[in-house]
C-alpha cells in the first residue's frame, strides 16, 4: 500500500510536515509513504491551462502532482490554518487537481497539528469532498502536537501523538482496503 504525504505548509520548519514524517516513521509494514514536495513549484491554477497530462499545455508541475497521485491508494494532508482558512499554496494544488481523473474516489485522511484550525480543517473537508475525495471517517484527526516544541524523535516518543497519527494511519488503510474488497466485488 502507498500513500502520498502532503504538507499545506512551505514553512521550511514545519509542524504539519513533522507530522507526516512521523506517520511516515510510524506506518505498518507493507505500507509505504512518499512526500508531494512540489507545492512551492506549482504555477498559479489557470483554467486555460488545465487539460489532460498528454497536453503539452498542462504545465510540468502539475502534470507531476497528477503522476504522483494516480501512482497511490491514498493520501495523507497536514495543512496549518492561515487566517481562518487553506493556504493558497495548499488550496492551488486542490485546484490543480480538480480537472484530474487522477483524484476523484482517492481516499483522503486529514491530520490536524493545531487544536486552533477549526476553520481550515472545515473548508478543507468540504473541498475534498466536493472534489469527489473519499474523506476518511473522522478526519481531521488531532494531532496533540501544538506548543510543544518536540522534535521527529520526541514526538514519535510522545503516547498520544503516536497513537493519534496511527488511529489516522489505520483508519486510512481501511478505507483503501474497503475500497479494494468493494472493487473485486464488482469484478465478480
Not at 122 to 135: F, P, V
Amino acid at each position: 500500500m502507498r500513500f502520498l504525504a502532503v504538507c499545506g505548509s512551505l514553512r521550511a520548519i514545519s509542524s504539519n510536515a513533522l507530522v507526516l514524517r512521523v506517520a511516515a516513521a510510524l506506518a505498518p509494514l507493507g505500507v509505504d509513504i512518499v512526500f508531494y514536495n512540489g507545492l512551492a513549484d506549482l504555477p498559479h491554477f489557470n483554467p486555460d491551462l488545465d487539460t489532460m497530462a498528454d497536453d503539452p499545455k498542462l504545465p510540468l508541475p502539475a502534470c507531476e502532482l497528477r503522476a504522483q497521485v494516480g501512482a497511490v491508494d491514498g493520501i495523507l494532508i497536514s495543512s496549518p490554518e492561515y487566517a481562518h482558512g487553506v493556504p493558497g499554496s495548499m488550496k492551488n494544488a486542490l485546484d490543480w487537481l480538480v480537472g484530474s481523473s487522477e483524484f476523484p474516489g482517492k481516499p483522503v485522511v486529514l491530520l490536524n497539528a493545531s487544536p486552533r484550525s477549526t476553520h481550515a480543517q472545515a473548508s478543507l473537508a468540504e473541498t475534498l469532498r466536493t472534489m469527489s475525495a473519499e474523506l476518511v471517517e473522522g478526519s481531521p484527526f488531532a494531532v496533540p502536537l501544538a506548543g510543544k516544541g518536540l522534535d521527529e524523535a520526541e514526538a514519535l516518543a510522545h503516547p498520544e501523538i503516536a497513537s493519534a497519527i496511527q488511529e489516522a494511519l489505520a483508519a486510512l488503510i481501511r478505507t483503501v482496503d474497503a475500497q479494494r474488497r468493494a472493487g473485486m466485488s464488482a469484478e465478480l
